[in-house]
């Protein structure tokens, strides 16, 4: 059963980068069947996903546009985890943060991958305005 | 993107009753490829992660209730709860895997009458 477990502080200054990790346990983050993902909650964007990094013979990230050129997504291979960092933030970036992992769904048809089996609890970061 | 909207914003329902959610997507999310549609349905408790009730619109996952069902096709989905309990109390979500950015309807609150 995979676990996730985030990391990170729930209070970042404006124009600073806000940096959190979340450490796999029950699977691997270089697992060629899974995808990695960050998405983050607030009451002005709803549910809002972020990106995902995923190994399939090499590494692969996808961002938002609302965040591309801000955001950074990082394998560890060493500690099995993966990370988030966001540049410049704003208090528009004041949002529940998760990670969550998205297992690839094999058939004859081929496999795909991007509803959230499992996520971490969450973590409230906060930016003041 | 794909735009997800969801009705409707609320809604109140008897214990034992039915419950039925409404999702519409901007674009069709029936592949062609598979013949499945990428639409995914979540419970969120207050304080806690959403959770997974259902993917491929209409497959429960492991251990949630059979009273949870999915049906539809192409931009046209549905959430039932065929006999609403007390811990089915939440916001409900769709969320579409069709293409990145993977988007999500703005919830629909249910709580009982």
């Known amino acids: 059963q995979v676990q996730l477990q985030q990391s990170g502080p729930g209070l970042v200054k404006p124009s600073q980068t806000l940096s959190l990790t979340c450490a796999i346990s029950?699977?691997?983050?270089?697992?060629?069947?899974?995808?990695w993902n960050w998405i983050r909650q607030s009451p002005s964007r709803g549910l809002e996903w972020l990106g995902r990094?995923?190994?399939?013979?090499?590494?692969?990230?996808n961002y938002a546009e609302s965040v591309n050129g801000r955001m950074t997504m990082n394998p560890d291979t060493s500690k099995n985890q993966f990370s988030l960092q966001l540049n410049s933030v704003s208090s528009e970036d004041t949002a529940v943060y998760y990670c969550?992992?998205?297992?690839?769904?094999?058939?004859?048809?081929?496999?795909?991958?991007?509803?959230?089996?499992?996520w971490g609890q969450g973590t409230l970061v906060i930016v003041p305005s | 993107d794909i735009v997800m909207t969801q009705s409707p914003d609320s809604l109140a329902v008897s214990l034992g009753e039915r419950a039925t959610i409404n999702c519409k997507s901007s674009?069709?999310?029936?592949?062609?490829?598979?013949?499945?549609?990428?639409l995914a349905w979540y419970q969120q408790k207050p304080g806690q992660p959403p959770n997974l009730l259902i993917y491929w619109a209409s497959t429960r996952e492991s251990g949630v209730p059979d009273r949870f069902s999915g049906s539809g096709s192409g931009t046209d989905f549905t959430l039932t709860i065929s006999s609403l309990q007390a811990e089915d109390v939440a916001v409900y979500y769709c969320?579409?895997?069709?293409?990145?950015?993977?988007?999500f309807g703005q919830g629909t609150k249910v709580e009982i009458k």
């Open positions: 674009q069709s999310v029936l592949s062609s490829s598979n013949n499945k549609n990428f």
């Open positions: 029950g699977d691997s983050v270089s697992s060629d069947s899974a995808a």
């Open positions: 990094t995923y190994y399939r013979s090499k590494w692969y990230t």
């Open positions: 969320q579409q895997f069709y293409n990145t950015p993977r988007t």
């Open positions: 969550a992992s998205a297992m690839s769904d094999c058939s004859s048809s081929g496999c795909y991958e991007g509803y959230f089996q499992h």
